[in-house]
């Protein structure tokens, strides 16, 4: 199949991608600038310039499948919420129905129409807008992400080393840390499924829930010693968040600081069905991608 995965030069998008060159897909990139000499070439295909069906249909042409990563932790000039999370992601939708396109798009735990943060809402909105659009469409919803390469993900996996850990007192949500790599290989296999067993959503997450306390706990180095865990009071978490957006500080935002505050497991996850395997442990090497099964390369 030939597939288009837009964002593909991100965090998950890099990952998405070595995981459809594993099973012999020929990959395209879509991206914000055009980059033709890259080992996998990359257009340009901004989503906050694209909102209507008409500004991809050349993009889609020949495309068996696309696949969207495409998402922004903080708004710059054009590149709002609204733009990127809902109207562009809604466009290519109406798209992709209109070619009779398989869709996969990269959404997020947590989501609500109430959450304070633009950030979620528009999250949230930009999954009703696809689904309006493009009813077989499969909207995944990963939780946390570990992984090399990663903003948040590094500064996770740096804060879990001080010797002093700052934590909003209202972080007692639990998380489903997944490794990106795995989230790679199930969109794969999405991409792979034949239609009538490619479900509308799925949710995905490590085999272990925990507060983002024993989360860096899990993630410090082996021997250092205890970390002092200091709880901030709300006002004082809040405010910290809001400079970090306004100065594009560090992945800790307002939006995440409610996310932390909320249960980030899903509610049925899918991960194992997927993957043929458990999911890794936090901070454990994922294991080898099994063997694509021979019904789903005939399948496409």
């Given at each position: 199949?030939?597939?288009?995965?837009?964002?593909?030069?991100?965090?998950?998008?890099?990952?998405?991608?070595?995981?459809?060159?594993?099973?012999?897909?020929?990959?395209?990139?879509?991206?914000?600038?055009?980059?033709?000499?890259?080992?996998?070439?990359?257009?340009?295909?901004?989503?906050?310039?694209?909102?209507?069906?008409?500004?991809?249909?050349?993009?889609?042409?020949?495309?068996?499948?696309?696949?969207?990563?495409?998402?922004?932790?903080?708004?710059?000039?054009?590149?709002?919420?609204?733009?990127?999370?809902?109207?562009?992601?809604?466009?290519?939708?109406?798209?992709?129905?209109?070619?009779?396109?398989?869709?996969?798009?990269?959404?997020?735990?947590?989501?609500?129409?109430?959450?304070?943060?633009?950030?979620?809402?528009?999250?949230?909105?930009?999954?009703?807008?696809?689904?309006?659009?493009?009813?077989?469409?499969?909207?995944?919803?990963?939780?946390?992400?570990?992984?090399?390469?990663?903003?948040?993900?590094?500064?996770?996996?740096?804060?879990?080393?001080?010797?002093?850990?700052?934590?909003?007192?209202?972080?007692?949500?639990?998380?489903?840390?997944?490794?990106?790599?795995?989230?790679?290989?199930?969109?794969?296999?999405?991409?792979?499924?034949?239609?009538?067993?490619?479900?509308?959503?799925?949710?995905?997450?490590?085999?272990?829930?925990?507060?983002?306390?024993?989360?860096?706990?899990?993630?410090?180095?082996?021997g250092r010693a205890a970390p002092l865990q200091i709880?901030?009071?709300?006002?004082?978490?809040?405010?910290?968040?809001?400079?970090?957006?306004?100065?594009?500080?560090?992945?800790?935002?307002?939006?995440?600081?409610?996310?932390?505050?909320?249960?980030?497991?899903?509610?049925?996850?899918?991960?194992?069905?997927?993957?043929?395997?458990?999911?890794?442990?936090?901070?454990?090497?994922?294991?080898?991608?099994?063997?694509?099964?021979?019904?789903?390369?005939?399948?496409?």
């Amino acid at each position: 199949m030939r597939v288009l995965v837009l964002g593909g030069r991100g965090f998950i998008g890099r990952h998405v991608v070595a995981a459809l060159r594993a099973r012999d897909h020929r990959v395209e990139i879509g991206g914000r600038r055009a980059d033709a000499a890259a080992p996998v070439p990359v257009q340009a295909l901004a989503m906050h310039r694209r909102l209507q069906p008409a500004d991809w249909r050349a993009a889609l042409a020949d495309m068996d499948a696309v696949v969207n990563c495409v998402g922004i932790l903080r708004e710059r000039w054009a590149q709002t919420y609204d733009r990127v999370h809902c109207q562009g992601p809604a466009a290519l939708a109406a798209a992709c129905a209109a070619r009779g396109l398989r869709l996969v798009h990269v959404s997020a735990l947590g989501l609500s129409a109430d959450a304070r943060s633009r950030f979620i809402r528009s999250k949230w909105a930009g999954e009703r807008a696809i689904r309006a659009a493009h009813a077989h469409a499969t909207i995944v919803r990963p939780s946390l992400l570990d992984g090399e390469g990663g903003f948040g993900a590094r500064w996770i996996r740096r804060v879990a080393q001080w010797p002093v850990q700052p934590l909003p007192g209202a972080a007692r949500g639990q998380i489903a840390a997944l490794h990106v790599s795995e989230l790679g290989e199930v969109i794969a296999a999405l991409v792979d499924a034949p239609a009538a067993d490619c479900p509308r959503e799925v949710e995905l997450g490590g085999p272990e829930a925990m507060p983002m306390g024993d989360l860096l706990l899990r993630l410090r180095a082996p021997g250092r010693a205890a970390p002092l865990q200091i709880a901030l009071p709300g006002w004082l978490a809040r405010m910290g968040s809001h400079v970090c957006d306004l100065l594009h500080f560090s992945p800790f935002s307002f939006g995440h600081l409610e996310l932390m505050g909320r249960a980030n497991v899903p509610a049925v996850n899918a991960a194992e069905r997927w993957l043929g395997r458990a999911p890794a442990a936090l901070g454990a090497a994922p294991a080898m991608p099994m063997t694509v099964r021979p019904e789903l390369k005939a399948a496409r």
